[in-house]
């Protein structure tokens, strides 16, 4: 990755400032027996790395926390409060917008930082500041068509065929086939309409059949999720004026 | 590293709850025109890691991100306010507290978390949390000893002889030696007593001479440092009756 | 409504401390020209009250105000914070406890309610305050078996037919079809992903057609919701713990 | 009431926005045997409302629960904390000056609500948004002249003749006079000067003798508050620069 | 004093543990041409000093500053917000506790506590520590009988002839008499129902007229506030079941 | 003190806002069995006092509480939190501004302030308000050239040699010498790490030796410290561009 700030110096920041800026947005959260605790961070950053890559934006360091509270049944989870996420984007955003960079693209790769992304973004646009959230566009779409088992619930991937493909392709060292197991969770009526502990549905912590995945697969939806993403940034620039010649050298 | 939970997954981290748990705390940051943004989060994830395999204790992923409102004077800085950084301590220290961990250390590689970690510490020792804050111990004596070059100032190392060193040691592959210079700022005599950007004391953020850096004297400075943790996580487990059998299978 | 807090002394309300309880989430925001500011608090009580009657469940005030920044573009429109809205729920959840009651259900019947009120129930959860948070459900397959229009977007139903049939259902007196309108705006790629003004997408403040809206519709809309609640609050209650004998007499 | 939020459209609340902007702030508390939790918010929003046609102001939705926390030892009464209260009131005031209306009035019909709309009026004045504060102004010469049957305190009515009758006026149709029984607690030294629950000094939650109680005593009441309120709102209006002709149409 | 925090050592607290702790609020704040900024908080300590000596309780240092946000308008006003005032009294109330005195008691001096006053009390009472909010009881009917000159206002005495006879009895060296004026503003209609500077209804700082202050005037209302605290004292030490004998040694 | 805030007017203050202003920051905190709760805020005030002096600097009321949760195993010690801290030296900084003072000097007299100092301190430099903290500068070399006692360790002097010699030279009417122990603690290798009881290390409360203080070394310390911090006022003004001529007539 040419432009990530992991790598570049001050002085390098200061030139890149006019381009778009990517965040990942990760967890350290349980991903069943097969997957590591960094699955989301992994994820996130390697899906904000290929956007950041087509859009000749620079990529931030990934947050590997997130709000995880519904995973705090299974040991190894490590959750930020709601607020607390929220206002370490916040602090980003601000600087972002210090450094002279026209926007911030949050890439989030945990179901659990929607709502405080999306809460850091109302607050950074009360200050004038542009934040596109961007969660795995398309995904509901290209899993449908890439993947061979069936999803355990509506938009809900976890340790599954897409989570463990798209670890495949981008980490496939610290993936261990040979432990994954597939279960399918019986969803009660309130699911999604109370605090819950996903552990009462899972005890692997697995949501579906993870042992179809490949990195063939991985690849395929991550390319696909970054085709979906050019799009929602194309509209974003439009409407807050950024020109694509300003940022897409 | 064996025992990060970046590569482990939920059941074994469940089955290494009875550890101590450390948290590097990293930041992004300018370190000068030779090295990159993340210095901080590199050392002090690298220091930890090294003290973890000392202690059998579990690495949790680092911060990359910190309390650096100094160094917004240089593009690249993305700063935490230090209100954000001690609640995003405490709330991972109640994690770890709830999967069972006997305690955190925080290993900081960065001036401006000292007061927040602090602060978290406070509040979680309210709660019966037992944290330690370690800062790079005994490094003065240490950079005394190892390095060539005059630091800047007391108690002051940034972007010199000691980091570049250590980045030398741990990461290599990001240090561009051809660019470093030497600059020795004009300390005010109020220095450390009222906000200050870096920027008003050094033009090239470097504090120091960093042009007589070798990874061996990084690995020195590293190895110093950990066995000074040592002493102090023995102190720390005493005074909360963590014994090391507990911890250090 | 015989259960309600509006007409309950405090005597009746301590006799009918073992019911379920039931507040619903409103707003004071724009909805076009032929409806007032009302309908989201209009709409959520009326639902609410049903809900109530079904369950033996006391009623509490429906709140007038929401989290409605998307629609501040449009005059008459006030909104609360996010964090505000949360810190209401979460207050008037405690009272509740206090008072006796088993658990909290919210109706909501705006959009920007969601997170907060789910943010609301994580904070009553941790200190062991059983929430339910109720979003219409089954909406989305009623208003495709029962609306002739078609929905303006996907999950997105505002000042169309869904809306107006349902107060034409429950408060006709307030609705001016006179001066409905259809209007079907272009939706582009970022909408979600980014804080938007509807008045971008809307001049009129409609968002789909509600001319072919009836109070046979409404009703046949709130009695299928009803019933997707009551399925939800039998999963809820069995999960808690609470017995329908407790409650439902 | 011509000028209601709850009935106007988008359209006419921007027609309306010149006009001044009246919040009714109730409560939901034990108010003894006879009458509803509701008649705080009833009786601010029925004085409010007498006060917009006098203005010809907009009457905004009421906010039905207050900080009412020396109620909680009854069954009944929900509370919020005096810092969510005052959040509350400053989101609406915001909102309020957005839309464009020159000024808040706020008609306070619980006393608990008082330090946090002050708190709120100084957080608004703050950001140039004028707020007035009206606490049923002239009452207690009008109770000394209207009422029979004594006050149980100074400055404190509570269930009473005041407000019963006031309820006669509003909403006779939730008032149970045959219930109604008079209570006169011995109040201590300290009263006023500690946290306490009412409770401690009624078993019935009454405060005086309503059974004297008449629509007429009520209506006279609320004329003679709403004459004193007008003689408020001129002066703020004058100190503001907000001209009668501006609002007054 | 005998039994004042700022003389005694620690060993000598921790033997008066048993008796009731008294906070004097204070303010920092406009007094007029004649008295010091320091009024308020001389006037709050010695009547503090004089309640400590007659019930045996300890006296806390006086907190300096206040909320006086209607003084900014005069120079030399300093005041804090409603929200840090009612932090830092809960802090200490938590202390109080903690040391194992039975009870705090606030003795105020400035109107614009009375709001955080209450606020901290209520915190407080929430962890089960009893507070106790004094604002020189008794003080309306003892100015009535002992001062000369007419009040400015009702329940308004701000560097008149009570709080300059006070002073004259506390700290006669800091009274310049001869700069003594009288003023009576007109308090328009709306005084107390809006956030008002003083500044707007006196230009000297002085409501009412000073000149007739004696000593001994001073010393009779500080007297007279003692036997009235003295009953709301014995009163809140009935209610909370701390008995005389315990802490009146 | 002729310019201390304590004695002058709202006139005074009006015609000195020209001046620099110093708070002095303090404490209520155990020192020992021979010093009161006291000494810090009479050390701060005495230090900020001669250093005003010295300045033509206004003197404003000292703090007399602060961040001492480590002494909190001894009685006598009320400590606020560090948040509530920052909060009021912000608080008063914004007030100092506002009254039209170049510059806030915080002199601290207790190390548990120096962290929300450095808060307040950032926060107020985001609105543009100029802040120095200073820490008894100098005061490492001073005591070694002037105590004869070791110090207990370093940078740390508490109710030893340093401490009870300035209170023999400001206030020597409330040290008891006769009751002067010294203790020297085992620091053990975690001190400064954790959150720790100071009590854990000192029965007494005694850090070093405090029996060969006088009133001369006390006098020597507070001019040395005084020498030192107006070099640093000096470097301070010239950095925020206040003038000499404007503020020291």
Not at 115 to 124: I, R, S, V, W
Not at 195 to 212: H, K
Not at 215 to 236: H, M, N, P, S, T
Request: glycine share 10%; with cysteine.
């Amino acid at each position: 990755m040419r432009l990530s700030y992991e790598r570049m110096t001050w002085q390098e920041a200061g030139e890149a400032s006019g381009r778009l800026a990517i965040l990942p947005l990760g967890a350290t959260e349980q991903h069943g027996p097969h997957l590591p605790l960094s699955v989301d961070t992994v994820l996130a950053g390697g899906v904000a790395g290929a956007l950041a890559e087509a859009l000749g934006a620079v990529l931030l360091p990934a947050l590997p926390y997130g709000e995880a509270a519904t995973s705090e049944g299974h040991p190894g989870t490590l959750s930020l409060t709601a607020d607390t996420m929220a206002r370490v984007i916040a602090d980003i955003g601000r600087g972002v917008h210090r450094i002279g960079h026209p926007a911030l693209i949050l890439l989030n790769g945990h179901f659990g930082n929607r709502a405080p992304a999306a809460q850091a973004a109302e607050m950074l646009a009360a200050e004038g500041i542009a934040v596109l959230c961007l969660d795995y566009p398309g995904l509901e779409d290209l899993a449908g068509a890439i993947c061979e088992s069936e999803a355990a619930g509506n938009h809900f991937y976890h340790a599954d065929e897409v989570e463990t493909s798209m670890m495949l392709a981008l980490a496939p060292e610290v993936v261990r086939m040979e432990r994954a197991v597939a279960e399918y969770p019986d969803f009660p009526a309130d699911f999604g309409s109370r605090p819950m502990l996903l552990r009462e549905l899972s005890e692997s912590g697995t949501f579906g059949d993870p042992r179809p995945s490949t990195a063939e697969k991985g690849r395929a939806l991550i390319d696909g999720i970054v085709a979906a993403a050019l799009l929602e940034v194309a509209a974003f620039c439009e409407a807050h004026g950024i020109e694509a010649g300003a940022w897409q050298r």
